[in-house]
Each structure stands twice: as C-alpha cells, then as structure tokens.
T-cell receptor, first 116, second 112 residues
Framework: GAGVSQSPRYKVAKRGQDVALRCDPI?????LFWYQQALGQGPEFLTY????????KSGLPSDRFFAERPEGSVSTLKIQRTQQEDSAVYLC??????????????FGEGSRLTVL | DQQVKQNSPSLSVQEGRISILNCDYT??????FLWYKKYPAEGPTFLIS?????DKNEDGRFTVFLNKSAKHLSLHIVPSQPGDSAVYFC???????????FGPGTSLSVIP
C-alpha cells in the first residue's frame, strides 16, 4: 500500500529481551518521527529523522532506546533490555516536508509492545 | 509539564447535535495547531489544522476556532454522526519546532 507500514503489529517480550520495531514510511517522505503512546495517553515524541540524519532524539527515555534510518527510508527503533514500563504502542509517522512545522504527519498503525 | 491539554477525557453527544472538543496550550511559540482523529487499533489521521494568523478554519462539518490570547482552541463537529466516534487529539507545532506535541485526547461517542 501507499501508507506508512509498521511491523510487527504486536510484540510480546520478556523483561530483559531486546526488541526491534520497523517502520516503512511513505516513499519520498523526508521526515520520519517515532512516538510512544501509553494506554489512555496521547502520543509522546521520541525522535525525529530528516532523511538519514537523526536531528532530534530528545524524547528517547533512556539509553536503552536507539533509532536509526541508515538510507533515509526504512527506520528501526530498538529497545534493549526491555522493562515493563516500555509497554506501549510505538507509532511511526512520516511527512513530505522537512521538519514538523506544518504538522501534517501520516501515521502507521503502530506496534504494540507488551513486556511481561 | 503538559504543553497541550485536553481537560475532558470523554464526551457523549446525540447524533445530529454539535460536538465541541476543547484544547488549551501553554507555549506561546506554537503557531500551528491540528486535530487528529484515531480509531481503535489504527494510527491517528489528520483531520483539520489552523495557523496562528487565523482564528477560524472550516472544512465541511468540521470547524476549528483559535483564541490566541486565551491560548485555547476548539473543534466543532456539526452535525455529529456515529462514525465520528473516535479519540480526538489536539496537537501543536511551530516554525521553530521539529516535532508535533500532542494532547492526551478526548474520546467522543456519538449516540444514534
């Protein structure tokens, strides 16, 4: 399809395991964002890429979280040594423009992570 | 500290009536405001936006009003339809920002 694709849709991990979440943005979109959405909350910003450059990672909650977009298209969010508080839906969004000042982001369906 | 607030977690409205969803923000650097709609198990989808140079933007049944002096915006849906039942997120951004900041959301139920 032509939308933002995320995989896996659902992931169950045991505490301490590493997980990798994939985002395939809309082709040609310059900007890519990762958000974390806890139950009953709004999406919280994690990190932003402009092409392959990670310009803002101020929202990453700890050094266990790492994101990359090596070729400026597909992105991976990696969480090392998962903890129960990492349980959330991880949303990826892309935008045609650089930056987010027009705010019109296209979201994927999200990856729901449950850490037991 | 939440920069975008939606103080009503939920709202119920009769079909055909007006739905009014409210949002407040604290950061005066925001100059672009948006509403996103989210159905269960789907990602948020863009609904309508407004720039800070305007005080109203209308798109079909949806109108967003901005009161900059009060740092307040609202989304009006009229007439409300059962298919409008979803979670609505207010969001804000700006020319000096590289991110969109979301509020906690309001769950709207439109009763047939």
């Amino acid at each position: 399809g032509a939308g933002v694709s995320q995989s896996p849709r659902y992931k169950v991990a045991k505490r301490g395991q590493d997980v990798a979440l994939r985002c395939d943005p809309i082709s040609g979109h310059v900007s890519l964002f990762w958000y974390q959405q806890a139950l009953g909350q709004g999406p919280e910003f994690l990190t932003y890429f402009q092409n392959e450059a990670q310009l803002d990672k101020s929202g990453l909650p700890s050094d266990r979280f790492f994101a990359e977009r090596p070729e400026g298209s597909v992105s991976t969010l990696k969480i090392q040594r998962t903890q129960q508080e990492d349980s959330a839906v991880y949303l990826c969004a892309s935008s045609l423009q650089a930056g987010a000042h027009t705010g019109e982001l296209f979201f994927g369906e999200g990856s729901r992570l449950t850490v037991l | 500290d939440q920069q975008v607030k939606q103080n009503s977690p939920s709202l119920s409205v009769q079909e055909g009536r007006i739905s009014i969803l409210n949002c407040d923000y604290t950061n005066s650097m925001f100059d672009y405001f948006l509403w996103y709609k989210k159905y269960p198990a789907e990602g948020p989808t863009f609904l309508i936006s407004i720039s800070s140079i305007k005080d109203k933007n209308e798109d079909g049944r949806f109108t967003v009003f901005l009161n900059k002096s009060a740092k307040h915006l609202s989304l009006h849906i009229v007439p409300s339809q059962p298919g409008d039942s979803a979670v609505y997120f207010c969001a804000a951004s700006g020319t000096s920002y590289d991110k969109v900041i979301f509020g906690p959301g309001t769950s709207l139920s439109v009763i047939p």
